[in-house]
């Protein structure tokens, strides 16, 4: 169904955690949750923007804490866990009536595309969801380095990181009442305050290639439509005026 509403960003690349999609129960997929992310997605399709989506794996997975497991076999636990979610995430775009794609940075052509960037970007061209899985396919890098990096190479507008909280803080907003929240911050204050947005990697290739990323609440689902469309939703971090 196409809509009357002019998105502000044409092509996106969402990243959402796999915390996320797990809801209340912390471990696992909660299809109730996934579901309301992904009518928010579809709307952003129906008004004419082009998605693309990275998912992280942490509600399966979480391969730092693997006590006494080599880092490199626990972060491809990590990635396989991310395919997981990317598959689900699919499953449910398509019950809602969106064309999907899911490519993998590592190959498992039995479930999923290779990532091929020139195809990813003709998938978009086309309509269609495109969900990237398995990180960057290398260990020692997070999913938020994927998201950045995914998000220069399909050429995004923007990279919107979905939280769960409202935006960026000076300091812990769960811990410290009085903590102050930024409507718009750079990637040099982000790394040269250590604000935890997302890890150095991922930051500084942001800042390098002048990718402007908007941080907000996942909590309510409608936000990535609302962010879509120019509403004033979470924190802006960009370099572009700095």
Not at 47 to 55: K, P, R, S, T, Y
Not at 191 to 196: A, C, N, Q
């Amino acid at each position: 169904m196409e809509s009357n509403i002019n998105p502000k960003f044409k092509r996106v690349l969402v990243k959402i955690s796999g915390e996320a999609l797990a809801g209340e129960q912390k471990t696992g997929l909660d299809r109730s949750i996934i579901t309301e992310i992904c009518t928010s997605v579809k709307k952003c399709v129906d008004a004419g923007a082009q998605i693309a989506l990275v998912v992280g794996g942490g509600n399966f997975w979480r391969g730092r804490s693997s006590e006494g497991m080599d880092r490199v076999r626990a972060d491809h636990i990590g990635m396989l866990a991310t395919a997981m979610n990317a598959l689900a995430v699919a499953d449910v775009l398509e019950h809602l009536g969106c064309e999907v794609r899911v490519q993998t940075a590592i190959t498992m052509r039995e479930v999923a595309e290779p990532y091929i960037r020139n195809r990813a970007v003709r998938h978009l061209e086309k309509g269609r969801v495109v969900i990237f899985g398995c990180g960057t396919g290398n260990p020692m890098f997070s999913t938020d380095t994927a998201a950045a990096l995914r998000a220069i190479e399909i050429n995004a507008d923007v990279l919107l990181k979905a939280t769960l909280v409202d935006g960026v803080y000076d300091k812990d907003p769960h811990k410290f009442p009085d903590a102050k929240k930024y409507d718009v911050l750079t990637f040099t204050q982000v790394m040269s305050e250590d604000l935890g947005v997302m890890d150095s990697n991922a930051a500084a290739l942001c800042r390098e290639h002048k990718m402007d990323m908007l941080v907000f609440d996942l909590s309510r689902p409608d936000n990535i439509y609302d962010a879509i469309i120019g509403e004033n939703v979470g924190t802006l971090v960009t370099e572009k005026n700095a």
